[in-house]
């Protein structure tokens, strides 16, 4: 019995077992009756300590808390009001250095409403090495429902000047973390938007408005998926110091059997040698710590040193790297390590092709009833540019689903390759992207939007489906992308209906969700020639909602809406996951994906390029890039189409007036399509067949 007392003990904090007991008794506090505690009593006090109040609430106020004060009023820094309730026992405050100077040079007023007050005590903390320069100390989490927040009063920032630096250090961050600093009524600000919880800290650059803020009314720090244990103020750094860079080296990017190594850039502007140390925080892309690796190294008087510091031992997956030099926070960022070699396994229900066979029957069961209307504004002549509308299998919200796009076709004789873009998560204000007459000239083009998307959520059509997402999630016959997968096929119906696009020769893109829809379109729809589907949407499920909180908060919560189970959510799921869709693809594909992407992470990208179908397949790396494509996507996987034309059974136009002197036939690209004239059959309207292949008359 005595053993298990003692392990009972040794299993409390530490910091619990040096209290020091201040004060006690039992007085009520209400903001006429307070406490004064007197300077001396905080003599042994340090930085990181902890300022412990045990309360008995009693709660006959509107608005009971605990407050601290000078004995003049004056505030104490980094203490603002604490609201309590019924379940408070206890209020803490960790010291920092402005309060620790406040409590030893005048000590305490204690006040507030609601509470009587029992004791007091200061619990040891860490040591004050590392909150030098913290305004606040403590340990808030940050959930994802956006419930935790902390509050910084102004006298907290009574240091801070222009230049300077906010530093939100945080740990236990999870995919998705944000941090949002508003102002005391809760708005945004301007100049310190929400940034995601890379690192070990966030920094926000002090402007003469935030710096106005601070001084005014203090400032709320609000976020999710963190937690933050400090806030520093850094002052603006001289130039006595090494400076220190991050490069890209390898496009971030191993394959098997090459040897990863992360690259820092030193700059020593100093007269004398400086030594320097570093570390590098290696996790999963799910966060999990795998290793820590730090070093040192000298930079020569006025010298530049690069150290490649080797990160080995790394299977294939994709992993976030936070680099410090001599505490500084240089660059928090994702690599990849073979990411061919990332296994998602494929996760279909027993009827996957059924339903989706079901699905493709119900929409070829809907007459198109395709409907022109030309965009005066838009058309030249080159290419007439239409708005298109079109039915689509039916759903929740009625019998007759209308889709719309636009469209443009080339002006002249003859037939063109033809390309479908698909359109990406819509945000529901942007003006819907259309095409230009002289955009493109060369090729038929759709922009498709699906139902409740983009043409079809302005007015004078009205979204019926609220959260596209949420929609219909309580079983795959309703869930909103069973209608969407089949918009984005009937695209390609409307493509294949129009006399002048090349039927060999339909192509589809898209990026984020308009990727996931050019996946599911050569699932189920074997018409395209090729696809390029850029950061797709919609991958793996499982792990999606492991790595980023959107839109995993979406889904759970609406399964929780219709309780439903968590195996019965990724069921649904599971339908719709371009994981299983991309084990029917089999036309070539080239992809793209970014790196630093926390929306559509990459781990979800790879997870459908890798359980392709397809015998041809490439993909390309964005290193820096978030959830965007570069400015260089467009005419590369432009490039990928046209090196995939397929003429055999193609119609396309030569000149039958060629003046050769042999008589061979060319096309107007150049190229001999036959080698005498008797070789053409002539079909009505100026079809030629040549060798078998059809072309049309110029």
Not at 160 to 170: E, N, P, T, W
Not at 236 to 265: C, K, M, Y
């Amino acid at each position: 019995m005595k053993k298990l007392l003692l392990l009972c003990l040794l299993a409390i904090s530490p910091y619990l077992l040096q209290a020091q007991v201040i004060w006690s008794g039992e007085k009520d506090i209400d903001w006429s009756s307070t406490l004064g505690i007197d300077a001396t009593k905080f003599a042994n006090a340090d930085i990181a300590d902890r300022l412990v109040f045990n309360i008995r609430y009693v709660g006959n106020n509107d608005w009971p808390q605990v407050s601290l004060t000078t004995p003049s009023w004056s505030g104490v820094p980094g203490a603002g009001n604490t609201l309590i309730n019924a379940s408070t026992t206890q209020v803490v405050y960790a010291i920092t250095s402005d309060m620790l100077t406040t409590l030893t040079e005048q000590g305490l007023l204690v006040t507030g409403c609601g509470y009587t007050l029992l004791s007091i005590e200061i619990e040891k903390g860490p040591g004050a090495s590392g909150y030098e320069n913290a305004i606040w100390i403590g340990e808030v989490v940050l959930p994802s429902d956006w419930s935790g927040s902390v509050s910084i009063p102004a006298l907290s920032f009574k240091n801070a000047s222009l230049g300077d630096k906010m530093r939100i250090h945080v740990k236990d961050v999870k995919p998705g973390s944000l941090i949002l600093p508003k102002n005391a009524s809760w708005g945004d600000i301007a100049d310190a938007p929400g940034k995601t919880a890379e690192g070990v800290y966030v920094d926000y650059d002090i402007t003469e408005t935030l710096l106005q803020l601070m001084k005014t009314d203090g400032l709320i720090i609000q976020g999710v998926n963190a937690t933050i244990t400090s806030i520093d103020i850094i002052k603006a750094q001289t130039g006595d110091r090494v400076t220190a860079t991050v490069p890209v080296t390898h496009n971030w990017t191993w394959l098997t059997g090459e040897e990863p190594s992360i690259r820092i850039s030193l700059k020593n502007p100093t007269a004398e040698a400086k030594s320097v140390s570093y570390k590098l925080l290696v996790t999963t892309d799910k966060l999990e710590n795998v290793k820590n690796i730090s070093g040192s190294t000298t930079v020569e008087a006025g010298g530049t040193k690069t150290e490649d510091v080797p990160v080995s031992g790394l299977s294939s997956g994709f992993y976030h790297i936070t680099v410090t030099v001599d505490g500084e926070m240089i660059r928090a960022f994702n690599i990849g390590i073979d990411p061919e070699g990332v296994v998602s396994a494929p996760d279909m229900q027993p009827d996957f092709a059924a339903f989706w066979q079901q699905a493709l029957t119900d929409l070829s069961a809907v007459e198109p009833r395709y409907q022109l209307t030309k965009i005066d504004s838009k058309s030249t002549d080159k290419r007439t540019v239409y708005l298109v509308e079109m039915k689509s299998v039916a759903d929740g919200t009625g019998s007759d689903i209308t889709i719309r796009g636009y469209y443009a076709e080339p002006t002249g004789n003859g037939t063109y390759p033809a390309i479908i873009h698909y359109q990406g998560y819509d945000s529901g204000t942007a003006d819907p992207w259309c095409m230009g007459g002289n955009d493109n000239p060369g090729w038929c083009e759709l922009i498709l939007s699906t139902r409740g998307q983009v043409i079809n959520n302005r007015p004078p059509y009205t979204n019926a489906y609220g959260d596209w997402f949420a929609y219909g999630m309580d079983h795959q016959d309703h869930f909103y992308y069973r209608g969407a997968y089949m918009d984005v096929v009937r695209a390609i119906d409307f493509m294949a209906s129009r006399e002048k696009v090349q039927q060999q020769n339909i192509f589809a893109e898209g990026a984020s969700q308009g990727g996931a829809f050019t996946l599911a379109a050569a699932a189920l729809d074997k018409r395209l020639n090729s696809i390029a589907p850029g950061i797709p949407f919609m991958g793996d499920f499982p792990d999606y909602f492991e790595l980023a909180s959107w839109p995993g908060n979406v889904a759970k919560n609406q399964k929780n809406k219709l309780g439903m189970s968590e195996a019965e959510m990724y069921r649904v799921l599971s339908y719709f996951d371009t994981k299983n869709l991309a084990t029917m693809i089999t036309c070539p594909v080239i992809m793209n994906f970014s790196l630093q992407d926390n929306v559509c992470p990459p781990h979800t990208n790879v997870a459908p390029y890798n359980n392709l179908a397809s015998t041809e397949k490439e993909y390309s790396v964005n290193a820096t890039l978030g959830h965007e494509t570069s400015g260089s996507w467009w005419n590369t996987y432009f490039q990928f189409f046209r090196d995939h034309f397929k003429t055999a059974d193609a119609i396309s136009e030569i000149n039958t007036q060629s003046d050769i002197s042999n008589g061979a036939i060319y096309n107007l690209q150049g190229q001999r399509v036959a080698e005498t004239r008797e070789s053409l059959s002539i079909l009505p309207q100026g079809v030629y067949i040549v060798n078998g292949n059809k072309v049309m008359k110029k």
